[in-house]
């Protein structure tokens, strides 16, 4: 009995060990989802909750609108830029686990229906983080984990990242105080892992505005040296020129409606409007003449056949006459541009025809042609 009283039970034994570890049979380690983008920030906030010792893992959702790395390998002079997939690239610097998961079908209706308005383009960024931070929600539910976390930081983005529409975010998207912004935690309310006490609301951060020399600051202390432009995005619907491309794909078909093909060759090529009924798809140089050949069954198309020229899409029901308009305007952009003719091959619907005319010059293409 006396031996017995002075043994200690293994479990403080371990304690003693271990002072971190309060009962190694019920130890809770938090678990959160961080939504990873491919940017520094997103990558940043995932790594300051790693250092807390909670289990991060990553999720990207992927609309179709971020494939940078596409037009990269597409295009020459884009060629020296890294052609990865930046969401795979920042989990794999992490050490984590990413999930991407397709949401193109269900982002439609983000895009086109947006309850919050567009950008300075055709961006819906309100609504599309709350669906981003919504669908997260979704999966901490179904996987079992504790809380997300975003990289955003407050005044970067004129309409998603101010203080007065965070709220709107967590509400909105039903994450509530389960979404924790570790870059600008302390500019915010405490979320539940602060109060729990999962995360450290002391080693989490106050930046705010647009500048990025904090995080830059913060990659540098963490050893982080090779990221992607930091004031960058992928997201194609922020650009001007896309954005109008793809409005006026909408005019012309009379709907707001996409497929992902439609997204992918808005990004490629020359495209000129002559008709509201049909557009021209000129490759500018060769690794777009190559991408284009893939959709040649699908399209009328046309070639140069007496100069060496690039291959045109024509998107729309063009009539006879449009198909030489179209050849003329082709002909502009051959090696036979300062020729007195250049002869065409237009196919349509498997039934090839040719045409001589000549090219025409710039004065002759609208400015309002062009898109």
Known sequence: MVLQKHIR????????????????????QPKAVALI?????????????????????G?????GFCVEGHTHAIRKKDRNKPKRNNALWVAEQLGIKLHIVDVIEEYKDVLTNPRHGYGANLNPCLDCK???VGKAKQWIQDNGFDFIITGEV????PKSQRKETMPIVARESGADDRLLRPLCAKNLPPTLPEREGWVDREKLYDFSGRTRKPQMALAKQFGLVDYAQPAGGCCFLTDENYSRKLSDLWQARGEKQYELDDIMLLKVGRHIRPAPHFKLIVAREEGEGRFL????????HLQPVSHGGPLTLIDGKPSEQDLELAARILARYSQGRDAEMVEVEATQAGQSRFFKVPPMKPHEIPAEWML
């Open 9 to 28: 039970p293994f479990s403080d034994i371990i304690s003693i060990i271990f002072p971190a570890v309060i009962d190694p049979m019920t130890q809770f």
């Open 37 to 57: 983008s491919g940017g520094l920030d997103s990558m940043l906030a995932a790594k300051v909750v790693m250092e807390q010792g909670v289990h991060v893992e």
């Open 59 to 63: 999720i990207n959702f992927y609309t």
């Open 130 to 132: 709350i669906f981003m």
């Open 154 to 157: 407050i005044g970067q983005r």
């Open 293 to 300: 050949q893939g959709y040649k069954n699908r399209f009328t």
